[in-house]
């Protein structure tokens, strides 16, 4: 188990939000569907977004040099949407 940190710009915004999972690819699809039902993002970029995280050969990249980092980036039309993850270690057993 791990906190995930997610560290997403977008639209003019910085948006974080921490997840509790047993790895990387399960606390991104919990974020996916946060971030999704979240008032950050309107129906059309919802359905980019969810489409995106769908397909296997675009996953959250590996961030070379470092340990427990990854980005994944999104272009919706003339915009992008960029996430950083971070995996910590649980200090609590509390969720966020």
């Not at 919802?46 to 996953?59: A, F, G, L, V």
């Not at 427990?68 to 057993?93: A, D, Q, Y």
Request: glycine share 4%; with cysteine.
């Amino acid at each position: 188990m791990g906190t995930y940190t997610f560290i997403c710009e977008h639209a003019g915004g910085t948006y974080i939000s921490q997840f509790i999972a047993n790895d990387m690819m399960t606390a991104f699809s919990q974020w996916i569907s946060y971030f999704c039902c979240s008032q950050y993002v309107n129906n059309e970029e919802r359905e980019i977004i969810k489409w995106w995280s769908t397909q296997s050969d675009m996953p959250p990249c590996a961030i070379d040099e470092v340990t427990n980092v990854w980005f994944w980036e999104v272009r919706i039309k003339k915009r992008h949407l960029i996430l950083h993850i971070i995996k910590t270690e649980i200090n609590s057993p509390k969720a966020f």
